[in-house]
């Protein structure tokens, strides 16, 4: 059974910092991706970042504009968010996302993701 665990949300003032993080455990497979997707009050959910399991396929979404940083272990089974600069618009709940990736492939967005964990709120207060 995969799971994922996300720790580290929290609220924060505007400008301020915060460390997401998310344990995998039951993935299977050697190729698999592993990304941040967020849901704010209101709007569809949207991709953040995006990192497979080799540690390639790094992709930032456009609003990100250099303040949020994917990253993970070297396991594997470990995927992090370190979101800096934050605004009062990047509230909302983060959702840590897992799936398997075949050879040659990236770890878009645009293709479903199987696995979620139950999400974290990140709030950023004026």
């Known amino acids: 059974q995969v799971q994922l665990v996300e720790s580290g949300g929290g609220t924060v003032q505007d400008g301020g910092s915060l460390r997401l993080s998310c344990v995998i455990s039951g993935l299977s497979g050697s190729r698999y991706c592993m990304a941040w997707f967020r849901q704010r009050p209101g709007e569809e959910r949207e991709g953040v970042a995006t990192?497979?399991?080799?540690?390639?396929?790094?992709h930032h979404g456009d609003f990100v504009q250099g303040r949020f940083t994917i990253s993970k272990n070297t396991a594997g089974s470990e995927v992090y968010l370190q979101m800096n600069a934050l605004k009062t618009e990047d509230n909302g709940i983060y959702y840590c996302?897992?799936?398997?990736?075949?050879?040659?492939?990236?770890?878009?967005?645009?293709?479903?993701?199987?696995?979620w964990g139950q999400g974290t709120q990140v709030t950023v207060s004026s």
């Open positions: 990192i497979d399991n080799e540690g390639w396929n790094i």
């Open positions: 996302a897992a799936r398997p990736r075949e050879f040659a492939t990236d770890c878009r967005f645009s293709v479903q993701y199987t696995y």
